[in-house]
């Protein structure tokens, strides 16, 4: 297996994306080490808040929403994933799991920022995130999460499975089109472009490819028993939990409902489903997502 480095010029045009690069030297297990790229925008001793993005994106995702974060007055933090965005790839897609992933991200957050945060959470961002905030509850103020969940087995949709075998097998997987049609509001050439950015050739493409793979939606998979063991915790979780999901997004569309029910800290909240929102909500709704962060968490008092 090879680690991955994508050139730094195919990043030399992003549009709209100002933000010093800053990277973490993360342990891959079996001998590996990979680099890990994060924007850190914002004060070093301001309120933090964690935005993390899912499948196939990266932090430029965040470009729109991260200034308005700034400006309320949060140190903003936003990771991308091993095998996505600007970070180190492996070529494997088996070397690619939930656990691994885990660990991968915990590791950043120790390093970066171990003070309690605010997070925000979309897709891959919540199956990652919200283990995590399973696993160290105390670590985190208040919480919006949009157009994901903590599945543990069960049937996956139509939709989902169809979206699974297209990354599977599908032999054109571009990025920046596939994000394109995942939201509401059309992307422009540039865009499409900075999406596509990270993945020069098929084999830097594994992470983006293996994903889907990995969602723990079906009994028997891997996944499935640590989110089980997750839920009772996560339940628990009892400051600001607010959800802003899309009603454009045919994957997770209905999914709010078990995190709203479940979680002590959704009840009583401005839950919102969002017009004019797909899949990939930071593009479609920036403002009102930001808002909703900030809103979370003067109620939980992180923020003045």
């Not at 009840?267 to 909703?292: I, M, N, R, V, W």
């Amino acid at each position: 297996m090879q680690i991955l480095r994508t050139p730094a010029e195919r990043f030399a045009d992003i549009p709209d994306y100002p933000f010093a690069e800053n990277w973490f030297e993360t342990d891959l297990g079996d001998g590996l080490i990979a680099r890990m790229h994060y924007i850190d925008e914002g004060p070093r001793d301001a309120p933090p808040v964690l935005l993390f993005h899912g499948e196939p994106s990266w932090s430029f995702l965040y470009r729109k929403m991260i200034p308005l974060l700034v400006d309320a007055g949060f140190r903003v933090l936003a990771p991308d994933l091993i095998g996505f965005g600007k970070s180190d790839k492996p070529d494997d897609i088996d070397f690619y799991t939930y656990a691994r992933h885990v660990d991968w991200l915990q590791q950043w957050r120790r390093a970066v920022e171990p003070r309690p945060a605010a997070l925000f959470c979309q897709d891959w961002g919540g199956l990652l995130g919200l283990r995590m905030v399973a696993l160290d509850p105390d670590l985190f103020s208040c919480i919006v999460a949009s157009n994901t969940f903590l599945p543990a087995g069960g049937k996956p949709s139509e939709a989902f499975l169809a979206w699974r075998e297209f990354a599977r097998s599908s032999p054109e997987f571009r990025i920046g089109p596939l994000l394109d049609r995942s939201t509401s509001t059309p992307l422009s050439e540039a865009e499409i472009a900075a999406y596509d950015a990270p993945f020069p050739d098929e084999a830097s493409k594994a992470g983006a490819r293996a994903f889907p793979a990995l969602v723990p939606i079906e009994d028997g998979m891997p996944g499935v028993e640590e989110n089980k063991r997750a839920w009772p915790a996560l339940a628990a979780f009892d400051r600001p939990f607010l959800t802003l999901f899309g009603e454009d997004d045919p994957i997770t569309r209905g999914s709010e409902k078990f995190l709203i029910e479940r979680i002590a800290g959704a009840k009583g909240l401005p839950h919102a489903t969002l017009p004019t929102c797909g899949h990939f909500s930071q593009e479609d709704q920036p403002q009102t997502l930001a808002q909703g962060v900030i809103d979370m968490a003067r109620k939980a008092g992180l923020l003045a």
